[in-house]
C-alpha cells in the first residue's frame, strides 16, 4: 500500500469516527473543548501507528481504547487538576516593599561583573554550596568566598543600606 492511499484511509476514517469519538470524549470530560483535544490527540496517536492500528479487527473500538487511555492520562497529569472559575482574583493593586526591594536589588545585580553576579545567583538565589559554586563556575572555593563577598559589599553600597538591609531570596 502507497502512502498516498494509506493517507486517504485513514482521513477516510477519521471523518467517519470523529463524531462518534467527541461524542464519547464530551460524555467523559464534560467539556466541549478538552473534548476536541482529547479527539485530536487520540487521531494523532493513531495516526502515528496507523499501518499496524488499520490492521485492528475492529478499527473503532481501537481508536476508542486509546481515546480513553489519553483521557485518563489527561487526568493524571498535575495541570488537569485546574479548573475554570466564573470570575478571575482581583489583582493586588499594592506592589508592597518587597517588590521595590526586589527591583532594586535586581538592578544593582545587574551593575555587577559578570563572575560576581554568577556568583552572587548561584550562592544566594539558587542556595548552592560554595563547593557546588565553585565547581559549575570552574573556580576554587576560595575565589568563590572572596568574590561573594566582594559582590555583596557592592551590592550593599549600590543600595545604601547595611548588612541586614538585603534579602537575596
Known amino acids: ?8 484511509d485513514f482521513q477516510s476514517f477519521a471523518r467517519a ?7 464519547s470524549a464530551l460524555l467523559m470530560s464534560g467539556d466541549w473543548h478538552l473534548a476536541e483535544d482529547l479527539v485530536q490527540t487520540a487521531l494523532g496517536k493513531i495516526f502515528s501507528s496507523w499501518s499496524r492500528a488499520r ?9 476508542h481504547t486509546v481515546l480513553m487511555r489519553t483521557y485518563i492520562s489527561h487526568r493524571r497529569l498535575r495541570r488537569s487538576s485546574e479548573r475554570p472559575v466564573a470570575a478571575l482574583p482581583e489583582p493586588s493593586t499594592s506592589s508592597g516593599p518587597d517588590s521595590a526591594l526586589r527591583v532594586t536589588l535586581l538592578a544593582a545585580l545587574a551593575e555587577l ?3 560576581d553576579r554568577a556568583v552572587v545567583v548561584l550562592r544566594y538565589w539558587e542556595d548552592r554550596s560554595v563547593e557546588e559554586t565553585a565547581s559549575v563556575l570552574g573556580m576554587t572555593r ?13 551590592l550593599r553600597r549600590t543600595i545604601g543600606g547595611g548588612q541586614d538591609s538585603i534579602a537575596l531570596r
Open 1 to 8: 500500500m502507497t502512502a498516498a492511499t494509506a493517507l486517504d
Open 55 to 63: 490492521r485492528a479487527d475492529n478499527l473503532e473500538a481501537y481508536a
Open 113 to 115: 561583573p559578570l563572575r
Open 142 to 154: 576560595g575565589s568563590v568566598r572572596n568574590r561573594s563577598s566582594r559582590a555583596l559589599a557592592r
Open 17 to 23: 469516527a470523529t463524531p462518534r469519538l467527541f461524542r
